[in-house]
């Protein structure tokens, strides 16, 4: 580097810092915030919304393609706008604390209102989903670019940072397994318990006012110890330093096929069953087996090869090939036989689902990345990168199922009377998409930049981490 940075100063001039500890209920709120009953209400949206629009609300599948491609564009964008207003917040509670407080509100009313039914014409109903599936992004956006950011501005190693990213994927896998799997039931039961007839309105109320505890907990437990003072200086000044790193866009195309392949595992699963095998009876069953194969990925298969791996690079590199040859073998075999059908399925999502949770290591290592080669701390900035990355991602699934199925002639509610290249396009969206994205992200991961400077960029770490606590002591 040209000039020296102050990070650059420090790991010239401190020692190395004791190792560092997470409390247990910093670690706990962390995992379960976005992770947690919020998590919940996003796998029931992502493996059911898009059936509810077109089969009970009859909104035609282009029109519903069009509502999720303009809410999901418009939820990237201002994922960015979210990030660089969280870095240069001020209050007396820190930068990205007070949004914990009032997103999981905001959360329960969009959550609900997108489950509405209003009796309005056609033309109605779609701006009605619209507007209020916006309301629901943004809310997510809130929460989610403030939620990334805390946990490298709470704890600098890795080891911790990655006991708590771990946390959080099993806490996915856990609601996942819960919302794909077991929504029909839960829909019935308060059906049943209040007298209505639509359960996803009282469900949505009572997840969204659990999901509170979660994010006050991280309101009251965390502590923003490694961030620089709110910046004076000119807003795109920043900007230009952070997007001047061409060399970061490998992991935004990883967030992107990330996002993209794990939006697919779900949201297309429930149209292969119900259409292509055509046995709408098992879709709780093969949505358990999807769902439980990404717990296990979690809960089980993630700790275990980031131990034999060290590092997500190389887990990521391993689990996505293995994914991409299970894959490949269900599009060409995968109806002919069930067992097979549920044996390879719960592989391929044991090996795919961890890349949804390594992808937020990815996201500390270019915070990391961009302190140590400008000296800044851009958290928010980055965090909101990839949460543009991933929505960017979420945008192309949400929209591009729907309008493959459009293109395709897909005929709402008529099991068994699909045209063959409707049945093709289930297939290739639930199999053959998943492989050709697999192949992207391994392409872009030879690119990672952080690699090659993973040494000295933990040296800084150490050593910021120091000069924060003498400063603490003095």
């Known amino acids: 580097m040209a000039e020296k940075t102050e990070a650059t100063v420090l790991m010239e001039t401190a020692t190395k810092a004791p190792k560092e500890k997470v409390s247990n209920l910093f ?25 509810y629009m077109t089969d009970t609300m009859m909104i035609p599948a282009a029109a519903a393609s069009m509502i999720m491609f303009v809410a999901t564009l418009w939820d990237a964008i201002n994922d960015p706008m979210m990030g660089v207003i969280a870095d240069r917040t001020k209050s007396k509670w820190g930068r990205y604390r007070p949004y914990f407080v009032v997103a999981p509100i905001l959360l329960t009313i969009f959550g609900t209102l997108i489950w509405l039914n209003p009796d309005f014409s056609t033309n109605g109903k779609i701006i009605y989903v619209l507007l209020t599936y916006i309301g629901y992004g943004m809310t997510v956006t809130m929460y989610t670019m403030p939620q990334m950011a805390v946990l490298p501005a709470h704890v600098k190693t890795d080891d911790q940072r990655n006991k708590v990213i771990m946390m ?21 039961f308060f059906e049943g318990a ?40 000119p807003l795109t000044q920043d900007l230009k330093k952070i997007l001047r790193h061409k060399e970061l866009s490998p992991f935004v195309i990883v967030w992107i096929m990330a996002s993209m392949g794990y939006g697919l595992m779900f949201a297309s699963s429930v149209f292969y069953v119900m259409y292509y095998l055509g046995r709408p009876d098992l879709i709780s069953i093969y949505m358990l087996v999807v769902s439980m194969g990404a717990l296990v990925s979690m809960v089980v298969l993630m700790p275990i090869c980031m131990r034999i791996f060290k590092t997500a690079q190389r887990t990521l590199v391993v689990t996505q090939i293995a994914a991409i040859i299970c894959y490949v073998t269900l599009f060409f075999v995968g109806s002919k036989s069930m067992t097979l059908l549920y044996v390879i399925t719960f592989i391929a999502t044991s090996v795919a689902s961890m890349s949804n949770a390594l992808v937020n290591v990815l996201v500390n290592d270019a915070i990391d990345y961009v302190q140590f080669k400008d000296g800044i701390a851009a958290n928010g900035v980055i965090s909101s990168i990839k949460g543009f990355a991933q929505k960017c991602g979420n945008t192309v699934t949400n929209s591009g199922i729907l309008a493959v199925l459009a293109w395709a002639g897909y005929r709402a509610g008529e099991i068994g009377n699909q045209p063959e290249s409707t049945m093709f396009a289930i297939n290739f969206l639930r199999f053959g998409a998943p492989a050709i994205i697999g192949g992207i992200l391994l392409i872009a991961l030879k690119f990672n930049p952080v690699e090659k400077h993973r040494a000295d960029i933990l040296e800084m770490k150490e050593l910021i981490r120091d000069h924060s606590e003498d400063n603490h002591d003095a």
């Open 27 to 51: 670690a706990w709120s962390h995992a379960t915030s976005v992770s947690g009953t919020a998590m919940l209400i996003a796998a029931i949206i992502g493996s059911y919304f898009s059936v």
């Open 168 to 188: 959080g994927a099993g806490s996915t896998a856990v609601m996942f397994t819960i919302g794909a799997s077991f929504t029909p039931q839960m829909k019935a």
């Open 194 to 233: 209040f007298g209505v007839s639509n359960g996803y309105i009282p469900l949505m109320i009572v997840l969204g006012l659990i999901s509170c505890l979660s994010f006050w907990g991280l309101f009251a437990t965390a502590k923003e110890k490694y961030i620089a003072p709110v910046s004076d200086t």
